[in-house]
């Protein structure tokens, strides 16, 4: 267990009342854990079993391997952008997906932050040089969207280039898609208290710790700040020609199973197996920002 450190202990405002959080005590309040899995409106009361998860994954990861053998038939570009709150589950759900890919042909970007260099260059410049080739899968773990959340909040941008970047950004991604890439669009949702407990989780475990950032601690009493963010953003850039898929991700189990779905079910590659698939959950998987609603 990690070293308990100097408290850091905040207040927050949490449905119309105040709570006191402190992520160093290694007791998880009663107040987080009774209501985590709920948070957010989420639709069940318990997880997804454990052996049928795993059962339902290999299943999907068989039909991933054949979506990698089509890319290299027809030379298909696909890219899959995963964003969401911190803690969402982003990593999660992208080593789901990637583990029996072909590293050759399927790679997963994580920029850090833009060097001097980068930071006088086009603002999308640094990620269209990570776009995938041909027979390419890339996922972007966070992306350009940066841009539409963390950035404003935080005041790494002025609010002149938060509001070009919404404007800039739908013909951003038409270009992408004219181009004949496949372009996902992945907002993973969860609620608060659940976001709460997984800090709290990272901080108590040695090999989770190092996700947990000062940033996430700086963002703890900026929930209402990031919600009016992610709503804009989905308002604003969920087009036609590149959709929001907005996944309820409270049980990271099923929001693996039903994202992985989701690309399966879009894509159109040799010896599909729709009953492997399966069907979505559309209570999990909804489109654009009317689903959060």
């Known amino acids: 267990m990690a070293e308990k450190a100097e408290s850091r202990a905040v207040e927050l405002d949490i449905h119309d009342k105040k709570r006191v959080f402190d992520i160093d005590d290694p007791v998880l309040p009663g107040w987080i854990d009774d209501k985590a899995f709920g948070s957010g409106d989420y639709p069940y009361d318990k997880k997804l079993d454990n052996k049928e998860y795993e059962r339902l994954l290999k299943l999907l990861q068989i039909e991933l391997v054949k979506v990698q053998f089509w890319q290299q038939k027809t030379g298909k570009r696909i890219m899959a952008v995963f964003e969401g709150r911190d803690a969402a589950g982003k990593g999660g759900v992208i080593h789901a997906t990637t583990s029996y890919m072909n590293p050759r042909s399927a790679r997963v970007v994580a920029l850090t932050k833009p060097t001097g260099t980068e930071q006088g260059q086009w603002y999308y410049q640094r990620y269209v040089a990570t776009f995938p080739t041909t027979g390419e899968f890339v996922l972007f773990d966070r992306s350009w969207y940066n841009r539409a959340g963390v950035e404003p909040v935080m005041g790494f941008c002025t609010p002149e280039q938060y509001e070009k970047f919404l404007k800039e950004t739908p013909r951003f991604e038409k ?103 399966g069907e979505i959950d559309d209570r999990i998987v909804g489109s654009g920002p009317g689903f959060l609603k």
């Not at 181009?179 to 969860?190: N, P």
């Not at 709290?200 to 940033?215: A, G, V």
């Not at 929001?244 to 929001?255: P, S």
């Open 175 to 277: 270009m992408i898609v004219s181009e004949g890439i496949h372009l996902f669009k992945f907002w993973l949702d969860i609620g608060r208290e659940m976001q709460l407990k997984r800090f709290h989780d990272r901080r108590h475990d040695p090999l989770k710790i190092w996700k947990l950032s000062p940033m996430d601690i700086a963002a703890l009493n900026k929930w209402g700040d990031y919600s009016e963010k992610r709503d804009r953003m989905l308002k604003e850039t969920h087009t036609d020609n590149a959709p929001w898929t907005v996944i309820r991700a409270n049980d990271k189990r099923r929001a693996r199973i039903n994202l992985i779905r989701h690309i399966l079910k879009s894509l159109d590659y040799d010896s599909k197996d729709k009953q492997a698939i």
